[in-house]
């Protein structure tokens, strides 16, 4: 029965409480990436000297897109290795919406912390020069039999719509493209695409209006924490299960359950209104689902682990060591686990130092398309923002 309860509750904070919100957010900011189409982008490549800063300011910006956006300008040596740094630093990938949505001030404190804090740490980068110590950026390879490629059916609409204007930060057939949109590419089934193209998203968010006008209502917006239920069932408690159980439907249809956003998806939302919206709905879901997942994996925790106090008494026993399990857990590319660790933040199973640990040290779904293009980089990239994890995060600790 208990964990009934859980599953509940789990279910009103993921969609109810933090979801509604957050899946506005989303929107919120798909459309203003969809007005600028990229041309903070632009700006790195005419303002060398302030590449760090710029890059800085694409990875504070809530989402992956930025960053994802700016790894072909790094490895058409477009950008410098700091500002490729810089960006991944500062970015907390889809992570930063949930921050956003249940803490504003500690979200706004991160960011300041983590923009600072990549922005010294790129003109430290490029200052000592080691892309070229570590002799990175080594010329991509084209890894595909472009013979046997067949387009999807997001690149038919995209090249249909704008004839051939679908790439940002490189150019058609080149080694970028080859790379992130021919190899290993598989076209999704007629099936899959309908439903996130056509009904999926409409009743995605036809739930999140549903479960606004609810909130609005009862006047119950924020994070609940409270554990009493009235008995029987309640129309809370069926849009919230309802709205969760659609979230990962949707996830698993979309195959977004690790990588929540692609090169080519962020290129597609930024040149059509239309993906934009439907890529929302689907970022939304992806966060919603691993928020559910974060608050029923704490619940959970806490009875197995025998109640709130003892896990009071393990969090000042771990101490310091809570720091370093941040900066670890942010070298997972994606953003799910990170997703998962505001959430256990927002029950107060973390401290904030391993937080701010955690933020400066994860690089979302950035961190695929440069494993792709430049495993080496990639593999430096990863080592050089957990350092600044690390010691901000003991810096904040202490």
């Given at each position: ?93 889809d992570a930063a919406f949930i921050l956003m949505a249940v803490d504003i001030q500690k979200y706004i404190l991160v960011s300041i912390i983590s923009f600072i804090t ?32 067949e387009e999807t059916n997001l690149e038919k609409y995209i090249d249909e719509k704008y004839k051939g204007s679908t790439h940002i930060g490189h150019i058609e057939n ?225």
């Amino acid at each position: 029965m208990e964990i009934l309860e859980i599953i509940i509750h789990a279910s009103q904070e993921a969609f109810l409480h933090v979801g509604v919100s957050l899946a506005l957010v989303i929107l919120a900011f798909g459309y203003i990436d969809y007005k600028t189409k990229g041309r903070l982008v632009n700006l790195l490549e005419i303002n060398p000297m302030l590449q760090p800063i710029i890059g800085s300011i694409l990875g504070i910006i809530p989402g992956c897109g930025g960053t994802i956006l700016l790894i072909p300008l790094y490895t058409k040596n477009k950008v410098r290795f700091g500002t490729l740094i810089s960006s991944l630093i500062a970015s907390m990938g889809d992570a930063a919406f949930i921050l956003m949505a249940v803490d504003i001030q500690k979200y706004i404190l991160v960011s300041i912390i983590s923009f600072i804090t990549a922005i010294i740490t790129g003109y430290i980068v490029d200052g000592l020069k080691l892309d070229k110590v570590l002799k990175l950026r080594e010329k991509a390879e084209q890894k595909c039999n472009c013979n046997n490629y067949e387009e999807t059916n997001l690149e038919k609409y995209i090249d249909e719509k704008y004839k051939g204007s679908t790439h940002i930060g490189h150019i058609e057939n080149d080694e970028v493209d080859h790379i992130l949109h021919h190899s290993n590419k598989k076209k999704v089934s007629d099936s899959v695409y309908k439903f996130t193209h056509s009904m999926g998203y409409k009743l995605f968010y036809l739930l999140i209006i549903v479960g606004l006008v609810f909130t609005i209502l009862t006047n119950d917006g924020g994070l609940v924490h409270s554990h009493d239920h009235h008995e029987g069932i309640s129309f809370e408690m069926i849009i919230s299960i309802i709205g969760v159980g659609l979230s990962a439907i949707y996830m698993i249809i979309s195959k977004k359950s690790i990588e929540n956003s692609t090169h080519e998806i962020v290129e597609s939302k930024y040149l059509s209104f239309k993906e934009m919206i439907i890529h929302s709905a689907c970022e939304s879901a992806f966060v919603i689902t691993w928020i559910f997942v974060g608050y029923v994996v704490y619940e959970v925790g806490v009875l197995l682990i025998g109640g709130q106090e003892v896990v009071n008494v393990l969090l000042l026993a771990s101490g310091v060591i809570s720091i370093f399990i941040g900066a670890l857990l942010g070298i997972i590319p994606g953003c799910g686990i990170q997703i998962m660790f505001i959430s256990l933040y927002s029950n107060g199973a973390i401290p904030f130092a391993a937080l701010i640990s955690n933020s400066i040290s994860q690089d979302g779904d950035a961190l695929f398309p440069l494993i792709a293009l430049d495993k080496k980089s990639a593999f430096w990239a990863t080592v050089l923002t957990t350092i600044p994890a690390i010691l901000i995060g003991l810096i904040v600790y202490y």
